[in-house]
């Protein structure tokens, strides 16, 4: 029988062909409702998919012959993981390819809440012409807390250093002592960035924060009413992680009451956000979840996704 892959979610072309390059039988369904996924799940040997189809628990409960699940990209919250190891099924992401793009849209959304770019856009086309209304702060010189020093936070902490900006980072994993916390702490100090040893130090001293951590019980409502409490100079907050992390009531009051200044949106505990209060706020700028969405990003992702697989059957993998 030969191996069956299903790719949904848009995944870029240069996947499937590779994938039938090497052999395989691909199936392509850019868009699947759940209940399809269900019927025909058990189908395939391999799903590769983005953020928007759901593995649940449900799904995956009758998955016959399923052995691999690649998610094309970093974020693992659209997949019950644990289900998929009870079933024996392999979970893999392709953690290095969209993390530089990531990393550029968060120093964009950072540039646009400091500079309010976004608002001076639609007010000289509307014909207006307010400079004054739209005075803005320098980077260089603050202090920019990057909280989560993985692909995408330490790439972001070397973004802020290069506009002269002081760097804090914080992550969990300092605390531990493994070959890759001294590995991560090493080069945190090698780049001159001051780590803090908990959150609260960070988010003390920073003007600009930026979170880069993965959506789990422990970090979901990573940010709230007590954080917000804590920021005593006003930050430029963004988040461009997942949106259950920060509390976005605990935001909207925040912002409302001048304890940030300003916010930087990627992502949304709901997506697309509903009556989402803070979106009409002036002080805040908003994307619909494109940090991975670039062409160089999906490419390689897609590449990366088809190596997992070819590297998990045995297949040779060839550069380029
Ligand atoms: P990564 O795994 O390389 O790094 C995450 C870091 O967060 C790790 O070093 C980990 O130790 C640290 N961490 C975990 N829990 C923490 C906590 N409670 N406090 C402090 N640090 C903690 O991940 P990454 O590739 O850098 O991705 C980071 C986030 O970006 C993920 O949430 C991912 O879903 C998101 N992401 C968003 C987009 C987008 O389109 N906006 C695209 C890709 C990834």
């Known amino acids: 029988m030969s191996f069956k892959v299903l790719i949904c979610d848009k995944v870029h072309e240069k996947c499937a062909e590779i994938l039938r ?18 019927n025909i799940i058990k189908n395939f040997d391999c799903i590769i998919l983005r953020g928007k189809t759901k593995l649940t628990s449900d799904i995956l409960e009758d998955c016959g012959r399923l052995k691999i699940v690649v998610r094309a990209g970093i974020g693992l919250d659209n997949i019950d993981v644990r289900k998929a190891e009870e079933k024996g099924v392999k979970v893999y992401n392709t953690g290095e390819a969209t993390a530089q793009s990531v990393a550029e849209l968060t120093f964009g959304l950072i540039l646009a809440v400091a500079r309010k770019i976004p ?8 014909g207006e012409w307010i400079k ?15 909280i989560g020093f993985g692909r995408i936070g330490s790439r972001v902490a070397k973004i802020g250093k290069a506009f002269g900006m002081k760097v804090i980072v914080y992550d969990i994993l300092f605390r531990e002592n493994g070959k890759l916390a001294k590995a991560k702490l090493k080069e945190a100090l090698e780049e001159g960035f001051r780590v803090a040893l908990n959150l609260e130090e960070l988010l003390t001293e920073a003007d600009v924060i930026t979170i880069h951590v993965p959506l789990t019980g422990d970090t979901r409502m990573l940010i709230g009413e007590r954080e917000f409490n804590l920021m005593r100079k006003k930050p430029i907050l963004v988040n461009t992680s997942r949106g259950g992390i920060v509390d976005e009531d605990a935001l909207y009051k925040a912002l409302i009451e001048g304890k940030i200044s300003g916010v930087g949106l990627d992502v949304y505990s709901e997506e ?13 700028v908003c994307t619909p979840h494109i940090g991975a969405e670039t062409f160089e990003a999906k490419e390689a992702a897609a590449i990366e996704a088809a190596k997992k697989v070819l590297e998990f059957t045995g297949c040779m993998v060839e550069e380029n």
């Open 119 to 126: 608002y001076a856009d639609s007010s000289v086309k509307r």
């Open 132 to 146: 004054s209304k739209l005075t803005g702060i320098i980077l260089s010189g603050k202090t920019l807390g990057v």
């Open 21 to 38: 390059k090497a052999g395989f039988e691909v199936e392509v369904k850019d868009e699947i409702s759940a209940e399809e996924l269900k």
């Open 272 to 284: 697309p956000p509903k009556n989402l209060k803070i979106l009409n706020h002036p002080h805040v």
